[in-house]
């Protein structure tokens, strides 16, 4: 299982940022896709997550301002990430979920500047 996430970087606040994550070597439409977001000292939280019938879920932080997607013919989960504030900041995760097992990608980091 390999998830490759990507767009993460350095943005202002108020500004916005799409964060993608490839999937290969699963059966992407049968899983939870999920974003987690970690900072130091802190446990990995759940920001977004879309399941394989695409429900949706956020962390009420960022409802209204995150977007989750995904395609599942090109095996892709986004997150479109506007109205970005600096608590957004974090490293984040690519999490793919089907009976319980979990699997992570490498992470991608966004940091936002006030």
């Known amino acids: 299982v390999q998830l490759q996430a990507s767009g993460g970087g350095l943005v202002q606040a108020g500004g916005s940022l799409r964060l993608s994550c490839a999937a290969s070597g699963i059966i992407f439409s049968a899983y939870t896709m999920g974003w987690y977001r970690q900072v130091p000292g802190k446990e990995r939280e759940l920001v977004a997550s879309?399941?394989?019938?695409?429900?949706?879920n956020y962390a009420d932080s960022v409802k209204g301002r995150f977007t989750v997607s995904r395609d599942n013919a090109k095996k892709i989960v986004n997150v479109q990430m506007n109205s970005l504030k600096p608590e957004d900041t974090g490293v984040y995760y690519c999490?793919?979920?089907?009976?319980?097992?979990?699997?992570w990608g490498q992470g991608t980091l966004v940091t936002v500047s006030s």
């Open positions: 999490n793919a979920n089907f009976a319980r097992l979990n699997n």
């Open positions: 879309i399941t394989s019938g695409g429900g949706t």
